[in-house]
């Protein structure tokens, strides 16, 4: 009876020790599917970017296309336990030594990383969105078709000419997976933002509105690229010729007006185009901003330099400064030291 009695328990026991053994190792196996690192390359970081249309079957591929994972078996499982299955959209930086676990969380939540987003030299929409395309996902054809569209510059205050100045250029936290109408209106809060009542006081002061400082900021910013500490003076001389009614002959506005941005040198021939923005034809300021004006030009603008000149010329020796003048002769003198400069360059057009 005793010898039964023993043999009942060792056959209990060893029982007890498979199924022991057995629960450990399925639990040792859940947890390395959930828990263990899987992520393993090189470098200790990668950026990983998840499209905003992107179903499951194109995470994983791309999870493994790019290396991140290395047994989609195991990720899989996970994601079925934790029921997973739609991705949000954005840029996520992809630690080295992410488990699966850490992996789904991450894609779930769409807690990505910000884009430091810049842009400025900008003269058309159609670069302005070139830029963003090559930094958010943003669709460049639709941000070109929503900029160029007077229904939606209306929405937000502006004519079809104007919109074009609410971009101001500097440099912003995005979201990769920002819209086209996301980063307009991200744009609209931006321009709200700089137009605080001060800077308002000091446009009324001039007699313009908010447009009008941008679209003469953006000449400023044309005729002054280089030689930044030089544009209030720029901007004070525009305020002169305006002021007195007279035109303000611009060169610039006349590359904007031919659409030809390799012109170097502006010519009579140049002069006769039929334009609102031939500013050598028109007196006062062009219906909308020839480029996106700079921080800069808007402040040298509203804190233009005061003075009476209402000419300037480059100077001949090419220092990206100019030479200002009162009187017509004075700038007649400065214009042919200069253009003399040009014709021993061989600068013709």
């Known amino acids: 009876m005793r010898k039964k ?48 249309n992107w179903s499951f079957e194109d995470l994983k591929e791309a999870l493994l296309t790019d290396g991140i994972i290395q047994n989609l078996e195991s990720f899989l499982w996970v994601a079925d336990k934790k029921q ?11 630690k080295k030594g992410m ?6 969380n991450l894609f779930r939540s769409g807690k990505q990383e910000t884009v430091a987003l810049t842009f400025n030299t900008i003269r058309t929409p159609q670069e302005l969105a070139g830029k963003i395309g090559n930094q958010l996902e943003s669709d460049s054809l639709e941000l070109i ?7 939606y510059a209306k929405k937000f205050g502006f004519n079809s000419n104007t919109f074009f100045s609410m971009f101001i250029p500097n440099t912003y936290d995005f979201y990769w997976s920002t819209s086209a109408e996301e980063f307009i209106s991200r744009m609209a809060s931006e321009y709200k933002k700089y137009w605080n009542e001060e800077r308002k006081e000091k446009a009324r002061n001039l007699g313009l509105s908010q447009s009008e400082v941008a679209i003469l900021a ?7 690229m280089i030689r930044i500490d030089e544009r209030p003076r720029v901007a004070g001389l525009y305020i002169n010729r305006l002021k007195r009614g007279m035109r303000l002959q611009s ?14 040198r502006v010519l009579n021939k140049h002069k006769s185009i039929e334009s609102p923005y031939n ?3 028109y007196t006062g300021l062009p219906p909308g901003p020839i480029n996106l004006p700079e921080l800069s030009s808007l402040e040298a603008v509203l804190n233009y330099e005061h003075h009476e000149y209402i000419y300037m010329c480059a100077k001949a020796d090419f220092s990206s400064y100019h030479n200002f003048s009162k009187s017509l002769r004075q700038h007649n003198i400065y214009a042919r030291q200069y253009q003399n400069e040009l014709n021993s360059r061989r600068i013709m057009q």
Do not use: C, M
């Open 5 to 52: 009695y023993k043999k009942n328990v060792r056959h209990y026991l060893l029982l007890f020790l498979i199924l022991l053994s057995t629960t450990a190792y399925i639990s040792y196996s859940y947890y390395v599917k959930i828990f263990h690192a899987v992520v393993d390359f090189v470098e200790e970081e990668r950026t990983f970017y998840v499209h905003s």
């Open 84 to 94: 997973f299955s739609s991705p949000k959209a954005g840029k996520y930086s992809i």
């Open 99 to 104: 488990s699966n676990n850490e992996l789904v």
């Open 145 to 151: 078709r929503l900029i160029q569209s007077p229904n």
């Open 218 to 224: 953006s000449i400023v910013q044309a005729e002054q």
């Open 251 to 264: 060169d610039p506005t006349l590359v904007f007006a031919h659409g030809d941005f390799g012109i170097n």
């Open 279 to 281: 500013t050598y034809k």
